[in-house]
């Protein structure tokens, strides 16, 4: 059903490298299988069980445990420690504790008495969904297929139709308890069913070993996706109405409009965007139905938990794009949005609802260009949107077959607002203290753009990474990758001399992660000549990188910064010789005074617009430098009348402190300029040189 060409979905199960495996390692072994392929369960959803003889850690008798996917975590990454473990006795006495439906939430509290081996793994809301079905081995799944059958107006009749007996059906409920006792009841009073669809939700299936549990899910979810494909009216979504734009264009707007939709939207907390074209979604936002569709809301808890009900759509039109027309009408179609939130939250709070939260959308649709999502981190707005072409996939499964249902709001609510949801938002660690925020490093591949970026980002930033050397840059950012995943990190070659390639660079930060909000500008380079045999080659490179790289990033960054509307910091990496004249490098210390004094210019302009601009003054930072691997150092060491490999010595010595001065010094001091820490500061400037009267600032 999807329109991309996919491979059908197959078997994985390897029986040799199976037949070695304990219970426990084959319940991960068919989870990862699973959790592996984005059409049988969506990222986080889903969850799988098996119930296990083991021994009693105190009696050491037999005892049957329940062993099933704990809270959080994903199935396709999931490791053993991902699976909290329980008693089935003590599962089952928990029977007698039921008070019925309205009560059913304090059912929760009792799950960790039931707790085997002293396992840490906190037990999820599904748990007893798993335990009490009547089979040793249960798979739940959300794959969009079943997902659209489920969100029919005429589910039941349809399952019955396309599963032939093979397969129950239970109206909507939301999961919990009381869930897990309809699903006993079914699964024992039909004992030959595979499974059941739960409406507006997913499906379950079962089996008694691990493998023929597996190839049912797989069986039943290609049976889905083939009865629809075979059954769907055509075209999808009504039709194509409009013919999306080139994909260069695409992109270049949606570089363009989103530090502003960010700006927008990110009064009380900085959000991340991603944006999103495939072919599923331009499908979508090309067809016909697009507006009544998103309006309908998406129907299954875990697509809406992430997307909220409804998408924002874009007022476009790409066959006359107007951009001005476009962002003049976004102020009030937000406000819009937002009140039409709230309301929905009156409507349906009830009296120990949690407060209303934040009321922007996190999905925005816009015709001819694609989608985007904003939300607190990187991960979360990209998941959000492959949440949403989950949605689009259910929407197309069950439009092409039947008519598809939005949950009813009131049970959309009772999911959103659930106060065992809210219970679990306020365990949430505390953001860190650059979380949301978007930084540029330039001169990445460097050792001080490295520490520098590492630093920014385990305090919570994303990075974009820019340098000109290809291959340092390739290897910096997956260094820093490894370090904080893939989400956060993002690079790009350029020249920062080239006008054209930096306004690239930041086109390319604002696509990939909405904007900008701290410019670190560190590329640089250094030369050595005595006054006479200083070429104007020389002075000229010192003047295009040093000057000519910082205004134009400068530049692009700040004009950005000032259409976001939400302040920023820019921090430049000078050097001490900003400050103070040195024999033989007058190229050098021109081009850098002149950034320093380039930085306060920009701090006074940028001053009105909450815009901080700081210099870092380093010295004679020789460790992973690239500027003092080469010529420099070897210059330095004959100005100064030493051995290149005494320059890391004669630089400690010579400086008050007695002391090396590292990337991480540096790193350290952009950090305290680029956050909050200095939101009282502009217009300065750090020395990290570890001691130099002649650099002292007056
Ligand atoms: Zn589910």
């Known amino acids: 059903m999807n329109v991309t060409q996919q491979a059908p979905i197959t078997?994985?199960?390897?029986?040799?490298?199976?037949?070695?495996?304990?219970?426990?390692?084959?319940?991960?072994?068919?989870?990862?299988?699973?959790?592996?392929?984005?059409?049988?369960?969506?990222?986080?959803?889903?969850?799988?069980?098996?119930?296990?003889?083991?021994?009693?850690?105190?009696?050491?008798?037999?005892?049957?445990?329940l062993w099933v996917k704990g809270s959080g975590g994903d199935l396709g990454s999931i490791k053993l420690d991902g699976f909290s473990t329980l008693y089935m006795s003590k599962l089952n006495e928990l029977k007698g504790r039921y008070r019925g439906l309205a009560l059913e939430d304090e059912m929760v509290?009792?799950?960790?008495?039931?707790?085997?081996?002293?396992?840490?793994?906190a037990a999820s809301i599904d748990t007893p969904l798993h335990a009490y079905i009547d089979r040793k081995h249960v798979d739940h799944m959300h794959p969009d297929s079943l997902i659209a059958i489920a969100a029919c107006a005429s589910?039941?009749?349809?399952?019955?139709?396309?599963?032939?007996?093979?397969?129950?059906?239970?109206?909507?409920?939301?999961?919990?308890?009381?869930?897990?006792?309809?699903?006993?009841?079914?699964?024992?009073?039909?004992?030959?069913?595979?499974?059941?669809?739960?409406?507006?939700?997913?499906?379950?299936?079962?089996?008694d070993t691990a493998k023929s549990c597996y190839e049912t899910t797989l069986a039943i979810i290609k049976r889905a996706e083939e009865w629809i494909a075979a059954n769907s009216k055509q075209?999808?979504?009504?039709?194509?109405?409009?013919?999306?734009?080139?994909?260069?264009?695409?992109?270049?707007?949606?570089?363009?409009?989103?530090?502003?939709?960010?700006?927008?939207?990110?009064?009380?907390?900085?959000?991340?965007?991603?944006?999103?074209?495939?072919?599923?979604?331009?499908?979508?936002?090309?067809?016909?139905?697009?507006?009544?569709?998103?309006?309908?809301g998406t129907s299954c808890p875990d697509h809406f938990l992430r997307t909220k009900i409804r998408p924002f759509v874009v007022e476009f039109d790409p066959l006359n794009p107007d951009f001005d027309k476009l962002v003049a009408s976004l102020d009030q179609a937000l406000e819009d949005y937002r009140a039409d939130y709230r309301a929905y939250y009156d409507r349906c709070k009830r009296d120990n609802s949690p407060a209303v939260r934040d009321?922007?959308?996190?999905?925005?649709?816009?015709?001819?260009?694609?989608?985007?999502?904003?939300?607190?981190?990187?991960?979360?707005?990209?998941?959000?949107?492959?949440?949403?072409?989950?949605?689009?996939?259910?929407?197309?499964?069950?439009?092409?077959?039947?008519?598809?249902?939005?949950?009813?709001?009131?049970?959309?609510?009772?999911?959103?607002y659930w106060l065992l949801e809210e219970a679990k938002l306020q365990r949430m660690p505390k953001p860190k203290s650059l979380a949301g925020r978007i930084a540029l490093v330039t001169g990445g591949a460097g050792g001080i753009g490295q520490a520098v970026a590492r630093q920014l980002l385990q305090e919570g930033a994303c990075v974009m990474l820019t340098d000109i050397d290809p291959e340092a840059l390739a290897q910096a950012k997956k260094d820093l990758t490894k370090a904080a995943g893939k989400d956060s990190v993002e690079s790009i070659v350029a020249n920062i001399t080239s006008e054209e390639e930096v306004e690239n660079i930041l086109a390319a930060t604002s696509l990939r992660f909405g904007g900008i909000d701290l410019l670190i500008s560190n590329a640089g380079i250094a030369s050595s000549a005595p006054l006479e045999d200083t070429t104007l080659e020389i002075w000229q490179r010192n003047q295009d990188i040093l000057v000519k790289g910082y205004f134009l990033a400068g530049r692009a960054a700040f004009r950005i910064m000032k259409q976001q509307k939400l302040g920023g910091s820019m921090v430049f990496v000078a050097s001490k010789n900003g400050l103070v004249a040195s024999a033989g490098a007058s190229a050098y210390c021109t081009a850098k005074a002149a950034e320093i004094h380039l930085a306060r210019c920009i701090a006074l302009e940028g001053a009105p617009h909450g815009i901080?601009?700081?210099?870092?003054?380093?010295?004679?930072?020789?460790?992973?430098?690239?500027?003092?691997?080469?010529k420099w150092k070897q210059e330095r060491a004959q100005s100064n009348k030493i051995e290149a490999d005494d320059v890391e010595a004669f630089y400690r010595d010579r400086s008050m402190l007695k002391l090396s001065v590292l990337p991480e010094d540096i790193a350290e001091a952009v950090y305290f300029l680029a956050s909050s820490k200095s939101a009282k500061s502009t217009g300065n400037i750090l020395n990290v040189d570890a001691g130099n009267a002649a650099a002292f600032t007056r």
């Open 11 to 65: 078997s994985l199960w390897d029986d040799a490298a199976a037949a070695t495996m304990s219970e426990p390692e084959l319940l991960l072994y068919r989870s990862n299988l699973l959790g592996s392929d984005l059409r049988i369960t969506n990222f986080g959803g889903g969850n799988t069980s098996a119930k296990v003889m083991m021994a009693d850690p105190l009696s050491g008798e037999q005892v049957e445990v």
């Open 109 to 121: 509290a009792y799950l960790p008495h039931c707790t085997f081996n002293l396992n840490p793994r």
């Open 155 to 207: 589910s039941k009749a349809l399952t019955q139709k396309i599963f032939e007996g093979e397969l129950g059906w239970l109206p909507w409920q939301r999961p919990g308890y009381d869930l897990g006792l309809k699903l006993e009841e079914v699964s024992k009073a039909n004992p030959a069913l595979k499974g059941i669809i739960l409406e507006g939700h997913g499906l379950f299936t079962w089996g």
């Open 235 to 296: 075209p999808a979504f009504g039709g194509q109405a409009i013919e999306a734009l080139p994909a260069e264009q695409r992109a270049a707007l949606a570089a363009k409009l989103m530090p502003l939709l960010r700006g927008k939207i990110s009064r009380d907390e900085f959000k991340l965007g991603d944006f999103n074209d495939n072919a599923t979604v331009l499908e979508f936002v090309c067809s016909r139905d697009l507006k009544p569709l998103a309006a309908l």
């Open 359 to 416: 009321a922007n959308p996190i999905i925005y649709l816009i015709p001819g260009v694609g989608m985007l999502s904003f939300a607190k981190d990187k991960a979360t707005a990209r998941i959000a949107g492959e949440f949403y072409v989950n949605a689009i996939n259910v929407m197309r499964g069950a439009n092409g077959v039947d008519t598809y249902v939005g949950l009813p709001e009131q049970e959309a609510f009772d999911i959103e």
């Open 612 to 630: 901080r601009v700081n210099v870092v003054n380093p010295d004679a930072v020789i460790r992973g430098s690239r500027i003092w691997d080469g």
